[in-house]
Structure formats: C-alpha cells, structure tokens
Nanobody
C-alpha cells in the first residue's frame, strides 16, 4: 500500500493557474501509475481528470482537462503534480490523487488501489 498526501489546493480566480501536488510514501513510487480525479459539489462520483504511467512516458486527459491541465511526476521526489491553467468555476471540486499497483494508465476510479485525502480547489468567477 502507498500513502498519498495531496497539497496545494485553495481559492483562485477564473483564469488563474494553480499546481497541486501529491506526495507518496510506503512503496516504490516508480512502480505505480497515478491519476487525478475530482468530485464536484453535489456530485455522486469521482470523475477522471488525468493519468500518467509509472515513469511518465504516457499521459491521458479528460476532455475537460485537455489543453489546460498537465500531469507530471518526479519519481526521485515521490511526487505527482497537476498543473492547472486557465481555471474556471466549473473546475471547482475536491481533487484526489490515486495510485494503481501497475505501471499503465487508467481512466476509471475502480482501477486505482490507493487514494489520498481530497483537497479543495475553488475557482471564483
């Protein structure tokens, strides 16, 4: 099991940029594919945002994130990042990082084994 701690959330204005991070401990970070998900206010499920393979060679994004968000990782620092540009009020959500105990990307929440606590990102108009 890997322990995940996300950080960097907060309140920003529409059009601003924000980078959130997720630090892992407990297992070999480089063996895991990682993902970002979010749950909007009142939403019943966590929706996929972005995913990255174990050494970062492959990434995939939700349509809502393409062109604005960039997922990356630094395996030497056991850290996953999500750079979010041109944030909009509809990006307001609780963001979660998650780890898969395989090396390949995944877009479904049920493919992930370990989850961090969510962090709030609020975008004001």
């Amino acid at each position: 099991q890997v322990r995940l701690v996300a950080s960097g959330g907060g309140l920003v204005k529409a059009g601003d940029a924000l980078t959130i991070s997720c630090t892992a401990s407990g297992r070999t970070f480089g063996d895991y594919a990682m993902g970002w998900f979010r749950q909007v206010p009142g939403g019943e499920r966590r929706e996929f945002v972005a995913t990255i393979s174990h050494i970062g060679g492959t990434t995939f994004y939700a349509d809502s994130a393409k062109g604005r968000f960039t997922v990356s990782r630094d395996n030497s620092q056991n850290t996953l990042y999500l750079q979010m540009n041109n944030l909009q009020p509809e990006d307001t959500a609780v963001y979660y990082c998650a780890a898969r105990r395989v090396r390949t990307i995944g877009v479904r929440a049920d493919l992930y084994d370990d989850w961090g606590r969510g962090i709030q990102v609020t975008v004001s108009s």
